[in-house]
Protein backbone atom coordinates (compact mmCIF):
# COMPACT_ATOMS: atom_id res chain seq x y z
CA UNK A 1 0.00 0.00 0.00
CA UNK A 2 1.37 3.57 -0.66
CA UNK A 3 2.01 5.82 1.59
CA UNK A 4 0.25 9.02 1.90
CA UNK A 5 1.95 11.93 0.37
CA UNK A 6 1.43 14.09 3.57
CA UNK A 7 3.60 11.06 5.60
CA UNK A 8 6.08 10.76 3.14
CA UNK A 9 6.91 14.49 3.37
CA UNK A 10 6.11 15.09 -0.74
CA UNK A 11 3.56 18.25 -0.90
CA UNK A 12 0.61 18.28 -3.37
CA UNK A 13 0.36 20.80 -5.76
CA UNK A 14 -2.77 22.48 -5.69
CA UNK A 15 -5.03 21.78 -8.13
CA UNK A 16 -5.96 23.41 -11.26
CA UNK A 17 -9.17 24.40 -11.93
CA UNK A 18 -10.80 26.27 -14.43
CA UNK A 19 -11.02 30.58 -14.07
CA UNK A 20 -14.30 31.24 -12.91
CA UNK A 21 -15.97 34.27 -15.11
CA UNK A 22 -19.04 35.77 -14.18
CA UNK A 23 -21.21 37.69 -16.76
CA UNK A 24 -20.14 41.86 -14.80
CA UNK A 25 -16.39 40.69 -15.93
CA UNK A 26 -17.25 41.35 -19.83
CA UNK A 27 -18.28 44.61 -18.73
CA UNK A 28 -14.86 45.44 -17.79
CA UNK A 29 -14.43 45.21 -21.51
CA UNK A 30 -16.57 47.14 -22.99
CA UNK A 31 -15.72 51.15 -24.11
CA UNK A 32 -18.34 52.86 -22.51
CA UNK A 33 -16.70 55.99 -23.81
CA UNK A 34 -18.35 55.10 -27.36
CA UNK A 35 -21.45 54.42 -25.65
CA UNK A 36 -22.09 57.94 -24.27
CA UNK A 37 -22.33 59.83 -27.86
CA UNK A 38 -25.13 57.46 -28.95
CA UNK A 39 -27.41 57.63 -25.85
CA UNK A 40 -29.40 60.99 -25.73
CA UNK A 41 -30.43 62.20 -21.68
CA UNK A 42 -32.99 64.28 -20.89
CA UNK A 43 -31.03 67.77 -19.95
CA UNK A 44 -31.02 67.68 -15.91
CA UNK A 45 -32.81 71.13 -15.69
CA UNK A 46 -35.62 72.73 -12.84
CA UNK A 47 -38.19 71.85 -15.10
CA UNK A 48 -37.12 67.84 -15.37
CA UNK A 49 -36.41 67.79 -11.35
CA UNK A 50 -39.90 69.51 -10.99
CA UNK A 51 -41.50 67.45 -13.67
CA UNK A 52 -40.41 64.23 -13.80
CA UNK A 53 -39.27 63.50 -10.26
CA UNK A 54 -40.95 66.06 -7.31
CA UNK A 55 -44.49 66.06 -8.89
CA UNK A 56 -44.65 61.82 -9.18
CA UNK A 57 -42.90 61.63 -5.86
CA UNK A 58 -45.10 63.51 -3.92
CA UNK A 59 -48.48 62.44 -5.55
CA UNK A 60 -47.01 58.61 -4.31
CA UNK A 61 -46.28 59.43 -1.83
CA UNK A 62 -49.34 60.96 -0.54
CA UNK A 63 -51.32 58.14 -2.22
CA UNK A 64 -48.91 54.80 -0.84
CA UNK A 65 -48.74 56.43 2.78
CA UNK A 66 -52.77 56.50 3.04
CA UNK A 67 -52.94 53.64 1.50
CA UNK A 68 -51.09 51.18 3.42
CA UNK A 69 -52.19 52.11 6.97
CA UNK A 70 -56.04 53.01 6.35
CA UNK A 71 -57.49 49.30 6.32
CA UNK A 72 -54.94 49.06 10.11
CA UNK A 73 -57.14 52.72 11.06
CA UNK A 74 -60.11 51.34 10.72
CA UNK A 75 -59.36 48.18 12.43
CA UNK A 76 -57.88 49.73 15.17
CA UNK A 77 -60.70 52.45 15.81
CA UNK A 78 -63.27 49.96 15.58
CA UNK A 79 -64.58 51.21 12.57
CA UNK A 80 -67.21 48.93 10.08
CA UNK A 81 -64.84 48.20 7.37
CA UNK A 82 -68.19 48.36 4.65
CA UNK A 83 -67.57 52.10 5.45
CA UNK A 84 -64.19 52.02 3.61
CA UNK A 85 -64.89 49.81 1.15
CA UNK A 86 -68.10 52.43 0.50
CA UNK A 87 -65.69 55.08 0.34
CA UNK A 88 -62.92 53.50 -1.29
CA UNK A 89 -65.88 52.54 -3.96
CA UNK A 90 -67.15 56.57 -4.08
CA UNK A 91 -63.68 57.60 -4.91
CA UNK A 92 -62.61 55.45 -7.66
CA UNK A 93 -66.12 56.27 -9.29
CA UNK A 94 -65.28 59.59 -9.29
CA UNK A 95 -62.01 58.93 -10.76
CA UNK A 96 -63.72 57.99 -13.84
CA UNK A 97 -65.04 61.58 -14.01
CA UNK A 98 -62.41 63.78 -13.02
CA UNK A 99 -60.09 61.43 -15.44
CA UNK A 100 -62.50 61.78 -18.23
CA UNK A 101 -62.60 66.57 -17.09
CA UNK A 102 -58.90 65.65 -17.36
CA UNK A 103 -58.62 63.78 -20.75
CA UNK A 104 -61.78 66.75 -22.13
CA UNK A 105 -60.24 69.95 -20.66
CA UNK A 106 -56.88 69.08 -20.88
CA UNK A 107 -53.94 68.27 -17.91
CA UNK A 108 -54.09 72.36 -16.49
CA UNK A 109 -56.83 70.96 -14.43
CA UNK A 110 -54.48 68.90 -12.29
CA UNK A 111 -53.83 72.35 -10.70
CA UNK A 112 -57.33 72.16 -8.53
CA UNK A 113 -57.39 68.82 -8.47
CA UNK A 114 -54.59 68.51 -6.83
CA UNK A 115 -56.02 70.93 -4.33
CA UNK A 116 -58.58 68.81 -3.54
CA UNK A 117 -56.58 65.99 -3.35
CA UNK A 118 -53.63 67.37 -0.67
CA UNK A 119 -57.11 69.06 1.18
CA UNK A 120 -58.64 65.72 1.59
CA UNK A 121 -55.12 64.22 3.13
CA UNK A 122 -55.18 67.53 5.59
CA UNK A 123 -58.09 67.08 6.51
CA UNK A 124 -57.65 63.23 7.61
CA UNK A 125 -54.01 63.90 9.21
CA UNK A 126 -55.93 66.93 11.37
CA UNK A 127 -58.63 65.28 12.36
CA UNK A 128 -57.39 61.69 12.72
CA UNK A 129 -59.87 60.87 15.39
CA UNK A 130 -62.89 61.86 13.46
CA UNK A 131 -64.81 59.40 10.93
CA UNK A 132 -66.14 61.88 8.18
CA UNK A 133 -62.63 63.24 8.09
CA UNK A 134 -60.59 59.57 7.42
CA UNK A 135 -64.06 58.82 5.00
CA UNK A 136 -63.05 62.68 2.82
CA UNK A 137 -59.73 61.69 2.89
CA UNK A 138 -60.06 58.40 1.41
CA UNK A 139 -62.45 59.42 -1.02
CA UNK A 140 -60.50 62.36 -2.52
CA UNK A 141 -57.37 60.13 -2.52
CA UNK A 142 -59.02 58.22 -4.59
CA UNK A 143 -61.04 60.63 -6.81
CA UNK A 144 -58.37 63.59 -7.54
CA UNK A 145 -55.38 60.85 -8.39
CA UNK A 146 -53.20 62.99 -10.62
CA UNK A 147 -50.93 60.02 -12.14
CA UNK A 148 -52.25 60.63 -15.51
CA UNK A 149 -52.18 64.42 -15.66
CA UNK A 150 -48.11 64.41 -14.09
CA UNK A 151 -47.10 61.79 -16.99
CA UNK A 152 -49.41 63.92 -19.79
CA UNK A 153 -47.03 66.86 -18.07
CA UNK A 154 -44.29 64.83 -18.22
CA UNK A 155 -45.00 64.34 -21.91
CA UNK A 156 -46.17 67.71 -22.61
CA UNK A 157 -42.54 69.31 -21.52
CA UNK A 158 -40.52 67.18 -23.96
CA UNK A 159 -42.60 66.53 -26.44
CA UNK A 160 -40.70 69.26 -28.76
CA UNK A 161 -37.34 68.90 -27.47
CA UNK A 162 -35.35 70.00 -30.49
CA UNK A 163 -32.75 67.37 -30.66
CA UNK A 164 -34.45 63.74 -30.23
CA UNK A 165 -37.96 62.45 -30.56
CA UNK A 166 -37.44 59.99 -27.55
CA UNK A 167 -36.64 62.61 -24.58
CA UNK A 168 -41.09 62.53 -24.19
CA UNK A 169 -40.55 58.94 -23.92
CA UNK A 170 -37.82 58.88 -21.34
CA UNK A 171 -39.75 61.83 -19.86
CA UNK A 172 -42.85 59.70 -19.01
CA UNK A 173 -40.89 56.69 -18.00
CA UNK A 174 -38.73 58.35 -15.14
CA UNK A 175 -41.98 59.52 -14.26
CA UNK A 176 -43.97 56.36 -14.01
CA UNK A 177 -40.58 55.19 -12.44
CA UNK A 178 -40.74 57.75 -9.64
CA UNK A 179 -43.80 57.64 -9.22
CA UNK A 180 -43.73 53.32 -8.48
CA UNK A 181 -40.59 54.08 -6.16
CA UNK A 182 -42.63 56.89 -4.15
CA UNK A 183 -45.44 54.52 -3.21
CA UNK A 184 -43.20 51.58 -2.50
CA UNK A 185 -41.51 53.72 -0.07
CA UNK A 186 -44.82 55.31 1.47
CA UNK A 187 -46.33 51.87 1.66
CA UNK A 188 -43.28 50.57 4.42
CA UNK A 189 -42.96 54.27 5.81
CA UNK A 190 -46.77 54.14 6.12
Known amino acids: ?53 LMPFFNGCINGFAASSVGLYFTDMERPLWHLGLALSLGFSMRLITQRLQVHFGIWTALPLAMFHLTGAILGVVFTAEEWAVFTEIVCLCAFDLSMA ?41
Open 150 to 190: IEGIAYDSFKDFPEVSDMARQATSTSLGVFTVSIALACTVG
Open 1 to 53: MAEPAAESGAELAPLSQPEKRHWFDELDEIEWEDLDGDIERLPCSVGYVITCL
